[in-house]
Each structure stands twice: as C-alpha cells, then as structure tokens.
C-alpha cells in the first residue's frame, strides 16, 4: 500500500539518522535513493560519512532528478534529499523557479505512483532570515512551495527539533 512521509527540519536536526531509522523499523531491506551531487572535496566527505552509517541492508541507489526511473515497488524507499534533488533542478533550468516546479511535481507524481512506502527528507530552509541574494531567495521560495506541495501529498509529517521528532500531520 502507498504512503508517502515527508521528514522535515533545520540543518543538524536529525532527519536524516530518524529517517534511517524509521525506514530500518519498516523493512529489514529499504532503498537508499540519494539525491546528492558531489560538488567539492568537503560535501564528498559528509556523502562518505552518511554512507558509512547505512550497513549492508540498504540498497543504495544515487540519482540526481530521475527518480521515477526506478521501479520500487513494495519497497521501503527513503529519499535524502528533496533539497538536493530541487537544487540540481534549480541550476539544470537555469534558476527558473515557475519551470522547476513544474518538473519537480510531474517528476514527484511519477515517481510516487509506484505502491511504495517513500521517506522524503527535506530542509526547512526558509524559517531563518531573508537572504539579501536574488538567487537564494528565490531557492528559498522554491523549496517552500516544493515541500508543502509534497506535505500535502503526505500521509504523515514529521519535523525534527534538536533530534526530536514532533507530528505533525
């Protein structure tokens, strides 16, 4: 059966671990599906550090935007992250939110239609202040309206406060 749980919260907040963890209390076997693009030396070292944390259970699978190119069904699937993935759309368009969006959504629908339990792992991103750049704000706005869209296709939230889960749908 379908279920999509969106895991939200701030930088070091825990999602990711209670994400794992969540998935490892649903399935002896989740997938891994990370979003990731390795950009320098220090981000290669915090993907190597989330990496050495999953044992050999996980079946991990790296893909930047295609994600409904894989076939999951009946398979616990934890998504790290929605901020990555809506980045790596952000720049391939440009910086064109109104077209990021929209492929973001269609690719979302897709990718969930599948009868799948889905982790999505997201940032809060936009609960601190305004950024004086154009482009970051812009970012900031895309990434809000991207996690409430799937917030509203969720069965459950959860956002992590200081390593605390709190429910929030």
Not at 21 to 48: G, H, K, Q
Not at 67 to 72: D, F, G, N, R, T
Not at 113 to 139: K, L, P
Request: glycine share 6%; aromatic share 10%; net charge negative.
């Amino acid at each position: 059966m379908k279920r999509i749980i969106l895991v939200t919260g701030g930088a070091r907040s825990g999602k990711s671990s209670y994400a794992e963890r969540l998935a490892l209390s649903l399935s002896p076997n989740p997938v891994y599906l990370a979003t990731a693009r390795v950009w320098d030396e220090e981000f290669r070292e915090r993907v190597n550090k989330h990496q050495e944390r999953r044992g050999t259970e996980w079946t991990n699978i790296e893909e930047e935007k295609e994600l409904s190119k894989h076939q999951l069904s009946r398979r616990v699937v934890l998504i790290d992250c929605i901020t990555m993935w809506c980045n790596n759309f952000f720049f391939d368009l440009h910086d064109d939110v109104e077209a990021t969006l929209k492929a973001m959504k269609e690719e979302f629908l897709k990718f969930t239609n599948q009868d799948a339990t889905f982790i999505f792992v997201t940032n809060e991103i936009g609960m601190g202040g305004t950024s004086t750049n154009d482009i970051q704000r812009r970012f900031t706005d895309l990434q809000g309206w991207f996690n409430q869209f799937v917030a509203s296709h969720a069965d459950e939230v959860v956002l992590m406060v200081s390593g605390i889960p709190v429910k929030i749908k």
